[in-house]
């Protein structure tokens, strides 16, 4: 498996159980998949450990950005992930590619950050969860009927696993 495979599969499943715990991780993923989304198609055919590194400053910078500027930080990365959950729903449901999906992305980015500020907690619990399912479920290059059945149950998983947490610290007041 590839080096980049192991970070993207390590890093959904990060999101999946402590996207909310770790914000900061959240934002820092979003970052690494904005990176790796704009590098690969900007580099692709040269050097794929350059792909790989500008991801990496891309999610390092969205980490260090979510601690020092946590609001704006957080609506970023709320309309990052949004943009990539519906990009994602799109490329599951057989869309074709268009100039017509950046603008479902875009949109799709608005409403989840306007969400994420919102309604934090929940907000980032199922946004956290959602990019992690479609993270390890396009990683491990899925049929799209497993696909749908694997994101559906790890999504759940993340809800309930970080909901769970969010119950926990609620009562224990921390």
């Given amino acids: 498996m590839a080096p ?5 599969i390590v890093a959904g499943t ?3 159980c402590l996207g909310r715990r770790l914000f900061w991780l959240f934002v820092g993923v979003v970052g690494f998949l904005a990176g790796m989304e704009i590098a690969g198609t900007l580099f692709r055919a040269r050097d794929p450990s350059l792909v790989l590194t500008i991801a990496l400053v891309a999610g390092a910078v969205g980490a260090v950005l979510a601690i020092v500027v946590q609001k704006i930080a ?3 990365a709320g309309f990052g992930a949004g943009a ?3 990009g994602a729903l799109l490329r599951h449901a057989g869309a074709p590619p268009a100039g017509w999906i950046w603008i479902a992305c875009i949109v799709g980015g608005i409403i989840a950050a306007v969400l994420i500020l919102s309604v934090f907690d929940w907000a980032l619990i199922g946004l956290s969860s959602l990019s992690g399912a479609f993270l390890v479920t396009d990683t491990l ?3 799209s009927a497993t696909a749908t059945l694997v994101v559906l149950g790890l999504t759940i998983a993340g809800v309930l696993i970080q909901g769970r947490r969010r119950r926990q610290s ?3 007041g921390s």
């Fill in 4 to 8: 980049e495979s192991v970070i993207q």
């Fill in 14 to 16: 990060a999101l999946l």
């Fill in 74 to 76: 957080i609506a970023l």
């Fill in 84 to 86: 990539y959950v519906v």
């Fill in 141 to 143: 290059r899925l049929r």
């Fill in 170 to 172: 609620s009562s224990t």
